[in-house]
């Protein structure tokens, strides 16, 4: 999820818990508020990792410690300590702490929700679950703690901040209703191919919550198609170069007119095998969930094997964590990745 609407929800929350009856005792409402907001935003300062190493931001150090519900007391401490602190409200510590674990937790639930993994027992463990049920920026979503952050403000309302989070519930309700339709569809398409074994996975898409890109996989083999569940006829696919961002909605068919394509690891080349293999893609390969070859580059003097992960594939757009390996001549392999939105390579 989006940092903004961590905050907007860790806003809310704060709001809707807040005493009945505040007196000099407690936090102000608007203080409270704003130290939901802020502490709900805290766990994405591991954003400033990726200067260091992309490849462990991805693979390691997202997610892990500052959204792990086991580190979620320490952070809450340190949080309540440094308000405390700056706004000279020692005597509210405890409501401090309290609010701030508030803000956190939410940071987390809204985190598990989305298709990348979250590594919720870090440090001890780097099993990262991921419901996938919201995209990772749902405008519906935002919409929703928006309204109810400001008709709460508005009102001075604690009723219309809790409204709003019930509201949040049902919606994220409805996606997983909607998720269960979208992996029937991939079951049946298994069934229709005599595909079995397979497991189909559905996850959630750009634009609306009825967009939804179906994953199966068949050991080290994918096919990929995106459905719109709304959708009973195809929309033509425009055909402007470079394509926008808006005609990707055309990519997103009727349950019955589905445009599967078909992925691989290894594709047919021997060498594909090898560079996977190799230690240095140890980082990459826990990262990928759904990794598939994207590409191989020949030419008289260089050649590179590129893989990307079907996670984060999007029609119409480049698709982001691309890495691979390339050498120059008889030279060793070495670790490349391709720029986001581009196909410039980088030395990693």
């Known amino acids: 999820m989006d940092t903004l609407t ?33 502490a709900a935003a805290f766990p994405d300062i591991d954003y400033l990792t990726i200067w260091i190493d992309p490849l462990s931001f991805i693979a390691d150090w997202h997610r892990a410690i500052t959204h792990s519900f086991v580190m979620l007391p320490i952070w809450a401490l340190a949080l309540g300590f440094l308000f405390a602190s700056l706004t000279r409200r020692r005597a509210q510590l405890r409501e401090l702490v309290i609010v701030c674990a508030l803000g956190i937790f939410t940071h987390i639930l809204t985190d598990l929700i989305t298709s990348w993994g979250t590594q919720i027992f870090a440090p001890f463990s780097q099993f990262a679950p991921a419901l996938s049920l919201t995209f990772i920026i749902d405008p519906y979503f935002t919409a929703i703690v928006a309204g109810a952050l400001v008709l709460s403000v508005l009102k001075q309302s604690r009723l219309l901040a809790r409204t709003g989070l019930v509201v949040l519930v049902c919606y994220v309700g409805s996606q997983a209703v909607l998720k269960l339709q979208a992996t029937s569809i991939g079951r049946e398409y298994v069934d229709t191919g005599g595909l079995q074994p397979a497991t189909v996975y559905a996850m959630p898409q750009p634009f609306s919550p009825f967009n939804w890109k179906l994953i199966v996989t068949t050991g080290k083999h994918y096919h990929m198609a995106y459905v719109n569940l709304l959708a009973r006829e ?25 445009d599967w394509k078909q992925y691989s690891l290894y594709g047919t080349e021997a060498i594909t095998q090898t560079i996977w293999a190799r230690p240095e893609f140890e980082r990459y390969r826990r990262f990928a969930r759904y990794p598939a070859l994207y590409r191989i580059d020949k030419n008289q003097s260089n050649r590179c094997v590129w893989f990307m992960d079907l996670r984060f594939a999007l029609p119409t757009l480049f698709t982001p964590f691309r890495y691979g390996m390339c050498r120059q001549g008889r030279a060793d392999w070495k670790l490349y990745q391709l720029k986001r939105l581009t196909e410039t390579s980088v030395r990693h």
């Open 234 to 258: 195809p929309k033509p696919v425009p055909g402007e170069s470079p394509a926008s961002l808006w005609s990707m909605t055309a990519y997103y068919r009727p349950p019955r007119a589905l």
């Open 6 to 38: 961590h905050a907007l929800v860790g806003a809310v929350t704060a709001r809707a818990t807040a005493p009945k009856e505040l007196s000099n005792i407690h936090l102000p409402l608007r203080s409270r508020t704003l130290v939901g907001g802020l």
